[in-house]
């Protein structure tokens, strides 16, 4: 199981926080082709973050940022329609399969099941959830056929699944470079965790 110090999520929770400002929207030009951080950030809360707090303060965070683009002008509102609402469990499912992983983690080999596990459910639940909503609920689609969604799903998901692992690789990196270090600087400690 995967419980950082308090520290630690506290350190967590900013960089995530960081991560999600820089890359949602168009809030910095000059970042203008790096993609969401979205999906990837709330399953990494729900990995490192301990308390259940941080999910609804990265909801009105992702809110802020949604409206405060929208009303500025850098981005358009097709996106806030009432399927909006279906990002709640969306990111949620992303939330839980982090939280799930946390729970079965262990800095081996075995880990890459599990971990496969919840990032591959976790994100075709999202996907589900995000573009299904907007499809049957966003009133930009007239003859709406679960047929169609199916092909919209299969056309786009591999292009969310490939940002969305972009972010969980470097998560992936940046771990394993903590946890050795700690090991080489605390031979006698089992783990990170302490």
Not at 27 to 47: D, E, I, Q, V, Y
Not at 108 to 124: D, E, F, K, N, Q
Not at 174 to 193: Q, R
Request: with cysteine.
């Amino acid at each position: 199981m995967l419980a950082l110090s308090t520290r630690n999520q506290i350190m967590c929770g900013f960089a995530l926080i960081l991560l999600i400002i820089i890359t949602r929207g168009h809030h910095f030009n000059w970042l203008h082709n790096l993609p969401s951080a979205s999906w990837a950030t709330f399953f990494l809360a729900g990995l490192y973050l301990r308390s259940p707090w941080p999910l609804p303060g990265f909801f009105v965070l992702t809110w802020i940022l949604d409206f405060t683009a929208y009303y500025g002008g850098s981005a358009s509102g097709s996106c806030l329609t009432p399927a909006y609402l279906f990002l709640l469990p969306a990111y949620s499912s992303l939330w839980l399969a982090g939280r799930w992983y946390a729970n079965q983690y262990q800095f081996a080999w075995r880990t890459l099941l599990p971990l496969s596990l919840s990032l591959v459910i976790g994100t075709i639940i999202c996907k589900i959830f995000s573009s299904g909503g907007f499809y049957f609920f966003s009133g930009r689609f007239e003859e709406k056929t679960f047929v169609e969604f199916a092909e919209r799903l299969m056309r786009y998901f591999p292009l969310f699944f490939e940002s969305f692992l972009f972010y969980i690789g470097i998560a992936i990196i940046v771990h394993g470079i903590f946890v050795l270090g700690n090991k080489l600087l605390n031979p006698y400690s089992a783990t990170m965790e302490q």
